[in-house]
Nanobody, 125 residues
Framework: QVQLVESGGDLVQPGGSLRLSCVTSGFMFDYKAIGWLRQAPGKEREGIACIGKRENSREDISYYAKSVEGRFFISRDNAQNTAYLQMTDLKAEDTAVYYC??????????????WGQGTRVTVSS
């Protein structure tokens, strides 16, 4: 059974930082791209980061939405079956429930098969 459990969400002031974690089980973590998505109040869920394999390579490559590029950083620890999202310079518009998700394959850009329950991030002074 595929499971993804996010943690690390909190209330933080603008300009602050948080690190979200996503502990996974039930699938071959090394062979799947992992993404982070978020859903702000009243908005649709959006993909903000993904880490997967570079084509024809064993190296990882990361992709980011324009709204978070340069402020958020996705990483993974294959030994721990865990993905992370380091968030810096947080803004009020980053307030959302954050989800991690496992892709169908090793590359980013495809569909996600499963999501976690989410962790809430609130950016407010």
């Amino acid at each position: 059974q595929v499971q993804l459990v996010e943690s690390g969400g909190d209330l933080v002031q603008p300009g602050g930082s948080l690190r979200l974690s996503c502990v996974t089980s039930g699938f071959m973590f090394d062979y799947k791209a992992i993404g982070w998505l978020r859903q702000a109040p009243g908005k649709e869920r959006e993909g903000i980061a993904c880490i997967g394999k570079r084509e024809n390579s064993r190296e990882d490559i990361s992709y980011y939405a324009k709204s978070v590029e340069g402020r958020f950083f996705i990483s993974r620890d294959n030994a721990q079956n865990t993905a992370y999202l380091q968030m810096t310079d947080l803004k009020a518009e980053d307030t959302a429930v954050y989800y991690c998700a496992v892709a169908s394959g090793v590359y980013c850009g495809g569909a996600y098969d499963s999501w976690g329950q989410g962790t809430r991030v609130t950016v407010s002074s």
